[in-house]
């Protein structure tokens, strides 16, 4: 069973940064997507298994980075020069057989429970 946990969200100002954290139960690839109420869930970003390969959404390209830390089996997502647009929910993703990150939903199996980000104008 393969368990993630979301930290780092939180209410900022337009312009701000912040981190979110995803702890995972192993090292998987994996991916950042968001949503909000009423609309699909966006991709974000995503990091292959070993951390070499990494992909992001045109909208956060330049402003969000993606890493991992592999001995802490942990996926990062720096967020820069946020917009109130990057509000909604934040969710991390896993998936256990691929090596490189997909794109879609339907790529990954296992979904964290979901951090909240709000960039206030």
């Known amino acids: 069973q393969v368990q993630l946990v979301e930290s780092g969200g939180g209410l900022v100002q337009a312009g701000d940064s912040l981190r979110l954290s995803c702890a995972a139960s192993?090292?998987?690839?994996m991916g950042w997507f968001r949503q909000n109420p009423g609309k699909e869930r966006e991709f974000v970003a995503g990091i292959s298994r070993g951390g070499g390969t990494s992909d992001y959404a045109d909208s956060v390209k330049g402003r969000f980075t993606i890493s991992r830390d592999n001995a802490k089996n942990t996926v990062y997502l720096q967020m820069n020069s946020l917009k109130p647009e990057d509000t909604a929910v934040y969710y991390c993703?896993?998936?256990?057989?691929?090596?490189?990150?997909?794109?879609?939903?339907?790529?990954?199996?296992?979904w964290g429970q979901g951090t909240q980000v709000t960039v206030s104008s």
């Open positions: 993703a896993a998936n256990r057989l691929r090596v490189l990150a997909g794109k879609t939903s339907r790529d990954y199996d296992y």
């Open positions: 192993g090292r998987y690839a």
